[in-house]
């Protein structure tokens, strides 16, 4: 039965059996026993399923990464440790020395030195692109070495719509997946597979937990790109690997190709593997996901709008305000909502900005972003400090951009907080 993403919240991933543990159990042991050699031999040979090591493996993670596969309607999925190691593996499982990626320039601080400066040394280049040019102009950043389209579905902190259909046009056109960062909208509040998305990236470490309490990350495989059909571009999915006996994985796995790559060979070989831990954790946040969304969304849409009609408020951002510039896209993908984050700029320049956030009580300073508690953050001193005056410009990060990650307090409380921090400010 097709269930509501409301109940796949609450009730995906651990499907007890009869006597089995109503709640998820954490399975906290790096290690499974088997009764014969030749068991364990063919487990090795990835002739037979089952668990192992949990470097490669663990059940409480993979019931996790099942529920977040449900939920944004995938063949497959695993979960990383965090984020960043999501992204990592998404590119370097079809991409290495010698490819190239096309990327929207709208990315989260980490994201983009991730490729620009990190993979970049492994030899893969990344192009990035306004995403909101016209197709002709995109098709131009294509190379016959083009292994996939990257973007993030609602950008980290510049709160850019991704129009994923022409994403997905594009990458298609060109042979290639379109792989999307999905963590700032979560699959509540958008589906990209639904537009033709072939990957989708988390940060679980956001929303999906929701509380602050563990780094994590999710790659989720739609199952609908078909390599074998680019065969020639994709060699480590559709050649024998030789670390593997031999194993063609987009044969031998089908629509699990791809995830089972990245396990096999990435996590086997670079580690980044979730906690168990961590995974049921994530796993609680995940039982509140749609309520706290529904939540999140309102609370910022009355914050945004508050802003936008004060006179000390420079500009505000936010796609649900009719004034964004995203707000089409918005309708259009996100129509439950966007996200609970804001971004807004102040008149009186940096030292104003400083007095404002100094004097906050309710709301706080901290690097993070997307939990129940308001806070904030200005990325052009703390999370995009690494980035040039060009790259925050290309990322679309002003330098006085403040970013409000709006809790699921009341509404009326926090909105107070900021109107008195604005006074002592100017009265400071
Ligand atoms: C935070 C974030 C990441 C990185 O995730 P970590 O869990 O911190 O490693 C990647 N993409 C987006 C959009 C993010 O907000």
């Known amino acids: 039965m097709e269930t509501s993403i409301d109940t796949r919240c609450v009730q995906g991933g651990w499907k007890p059996k009869t006597g089995e543990p109503r709640v998820l159990p954490i399975v906290q042991s790096t290690t499974f026993k088997y009764d014969s050699g030749e068991h364990m031999g063919k487990l090795f040979a990835l002739e037979a399923s089952g668990y192992f090591y949990s470097r490669l493996q663990n059940p409480t993670c993979d019931t996790v990464a099942a529920k977040i596969c449900e939920l944004e ?24 020395a010698g490819d190239h990626i096309v990327t929207s320039a709208a990315l989260y601080g980490g994201t983009s030195n991730l490729f620009t400066v990190t993979m970049k040394r492994m030899g893969i280049d ?11 102009d995109l098709a131009k950043a294509f190379r016959p070495n083009t292994k996939a389209v990257f973007a993030e579905t609602l950008s980290n902190p510049s709160l850019v719509v991704l129009d994923i259909e022409k994403f997905a046009r594009l990458a298609h056109a060109h042979g290639v997946p379109l792989i999307v960062d999905n963590t700032f909208a979560t699959p509540v509040n958008c589906r990209p597979f639904d537009f033709g998305a072939d990957i989708v990236t988390h940060s679980t470490t956001k929303y999906m937990d929701g509380h602050a309490v563990q780094i994590g990350g999710a790659i989720v495989d739609s ?3 078909d390599w074998m059909r680019h065969a020639a571009r994709f060699p ?11 194993i063609v994985y987009a044969e031998r796995f089908g629509e699990a190709g791809y995830i089972m790559k990245a396990v096999a060979q990435l996590m086997r070989d670079l580690g980044s593997c979730a906690a168990p831990m ?4 994530l796993n609680l946040g995940l039982e509140s996901l749609h309520l706290r969304m529904a939540r999140h969304c309102a609370n910022a849409q009355t914050i945004a709008e508050r802003l936008e009609s004060r006179a000390d408020v420079a500009w505000v951002n936010y796609p649900g305000l009719p004034s964004s510039k995203h707000h089409a896209l918005a309708c259009k993908y996100m129509p439950r909502g966007t996200c609970g984050v804001i ?31 308001t806070c904030i953050l200005h990325p052009a001193s703390h999370t995009h400090r690494q980035l040039s005056e060009a790259q925050l410009a290309e990322a679309g990060v002003p330098a006085d951009l403040i970013r409000l990650s709006v809790g699921i307090e009341g509404v009326d409380d926090i909105f107070a907080d900021i109107v008195q921090a604005l006074e002592a400010a100017r009265t400071a």
């Open 126 to 136: 990344f192009t990035l692109v306004d995403p909101d040019l016209p197709e002709v």
């Open 223 to 225: 199952g609908a790109f």
């Open 73 to 96: 309607g995938g063949a497959a999925a695993m979960l990383t440790s965090s984020g960043q190691a999501a992204n990592f593996f998404a590119i370097f499982n079809i991409a290495g």
């Open 343 to 373: 971004a807004f700029g102040l008149k009186g320049g940096r030292a104003f900005t400083e007095a404002f956030m100094d004097r906050l009580k309710l709301v706080a300073i901290v690097t993070h972003v997307a939990d129940a508690r």
């Open 278 to 281: 961590n995974a049921f954790l």
């Open 236 to 246: 480590g999915l559709c050649a024998p690997d030789p670390s593997y006996h031999g």
